[in-house]
């Protein structure tokens, strides 16, 4: 595309701010510009349109009328998860490239209808997972694919994080499995966390660009926060057909916040990235340390999707790869059967500010005996572990759950 890329912005508040900051850095730097929105809220996000509409943006209320109307190049939803599909789906039958924020969509049908939209009428729909785009995983990926680390064995992922009640009064689809017939998923797994499950399947494949391919699944998926109806505390395994394993530890019930750590284990060797550094341990050669900052940007992710728009370079997050990790997302919650509640006397409840947090007792050290001996936390002795059975997720095709406690039928 020649000249600046109009894009029109569905959702302005929220993570929606992140887009538009991105937008003006771009138009900056002559690429594209926040050209036309759709926002439903004009009383909350009263003061942002009224600054876009003096800067001459269109803000329509309704994204449906902005799609009719037309006059921009590309299309970009930062607009809450269960709402992903229509709004994908709708833009590339009118002829617009999407720029989807992550996650795709939480069920494995939404997200097979979004690329098989985008495979009919062939446009682009890339995902916003913006890790994609940070050094440390692109170096990961490297070192993967290029096989220094010799055949991938096993990767793992640990995010320890804290957030409060607070947290699930943000939006009305905070901790909800669905809003209406659109399914939300809101837990660590298909949202906040759900890049770290991305990244860990990203690096278990060594095929530039793709994730893991799962096969089967087993996952133990816990609640101790009394307000969410979906999990806080998602503990999965994924393999692939050849047994390639990642390990998913995930929580927002740990007393302090953490960032995330990997672990990718070779035949050859290990990279381990804790803490904003990155150790490579390779067979026969001395452990080499890299600093890596910062977690990629949105920004990067629209000038990725900019680039293949033009040809020069591939999606780092296409539509088609989010269908692996969906599998996988559906797949844990099959295999959980439901959300195990987890209570007195593993929980610590205790005020913090004007809201309250949770704490799930001596967690991370069961995490530690999971990451240690390759198993979930009913394999290593936690006293409220509840024990599963795998899932197969090679033709998953439908994952429709009617409420948490059915989350398997
Ligand atoms: N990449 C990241 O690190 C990251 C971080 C946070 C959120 N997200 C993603 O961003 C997306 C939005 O999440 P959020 O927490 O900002 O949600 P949100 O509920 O705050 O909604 C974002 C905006 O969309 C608007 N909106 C809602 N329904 C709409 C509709 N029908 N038409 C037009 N606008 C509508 C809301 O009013 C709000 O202004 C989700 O997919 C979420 O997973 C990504």
Not at 123 to 135: D, I, K, N, P, R
Not at 142 to 158: A, N, P
Not at 210 to 215: G, H, I, Q, R
Not at 383 to 403: C, H, I, K, N, Q
């Amino acid at each position: 595309m020649s000249g600046l890329v109009d894009v029109a912005l569905i959702g302005l508040g929220g993570y929606g701010a992140t887009h538009r900051r991105a937008l003006q850095a771009l138009e900056k730097a002559g690429l594209a510009r926040l050209a036309v929105a759709a926002e439903i809220d004009h009383v909350g996000q009263a003061e942002v349109i009224n600054q876009l509409r003096q800067n001459g943006v269109q803000v329509y209320r309704d994204w449906q009328e902005m799609l009719d109307k037309g006059g921009f190049d590309v299309v970009g939803v930062a607009a809450p998860l269960h709402l992903h599909r229509i709004m994908v789906i709708t833009a590339l039958q009118r002829g617009y490239p999407v720029f989807c924020e992550k996650s795709a969509a939480v069920t494995v049908q939404d997200v097979a209808a979004m690329a098989k939209a985008a495979d009919e009428t062939g446009l682009l729909c890339a995902v916003g997972f913006q890790y994609l785009s940070s050094g440390m995983v692109r170096r990961i990926k490297q070192l993967v694919s290029e096989g220094v680390l010799g055949e991938i064995r096993r990767v793992i992922g640990v995010g320890l994080w804290k957030r409060t009640d607070a947290y699930y009064k943000r939006n009305q689809w905070a901790g909800k499995l669905r809003i209406g017939e659109d399914y939300a998923l809101d837990g660590p797994m298909c949202n906040a966390l759900a890049h770290m499950l991305n990244n860990c399947m990203y690096f278990a494949s060594p095929v530039p660009g793709e994730l893991l391919d799962p096969s089967e699944v087993r996952a133990e998926m816990y609640r101790a926060i009394p307000l969410p109806e979906m999990e806080d505390t998602a503990t999965v395994l994924v393999r692939d057909k050849a047994g390639v394993e990642v390990m998913y530890l995930a929580t927002y019930c740990n007393p302090v916040q953490k960032p995330h750590y990997y672990r990718i284990i070779g035949s050859r060797g290990e990279a381990v990235f804790e803490d904003g550094k990155l150790t490579v341990q390779v067979e026969g050669q001395s452990p080499t340390v890299e600093e890596y900052r910062g977690t990629g940007s949105t920004e990067l992710m629209y000038r990725n999707f900019l680039a293949a728009l033009d040809g020069k370079e591939e999606l780092l997050s296409p539509i088609a790869q989010s269908l692996r990790l969906v599998r996988a997302q559906n797949g844990a919650y099959i295999s959980s059967r439901r959300i195990h509640e987890i209570g007195a006397p593993h929980v610590r409840r205790y005020a913090e500010g004007e809201t309250m947090a949770t704490e799930i007792l001596d967690l991370e050290s069961h995490l530690e005996a999971c990451v240690r001996e390759g198993g979930l936390p009913s394999d290593v002795g936690a006293p409220w572990g509840r024990a599963t059975s795998w899932a197969s997720v090679s033709d998953l095709e439908y994952f429709a759950p009617v409420s948490v406690e059915k989350l398997s039928d």
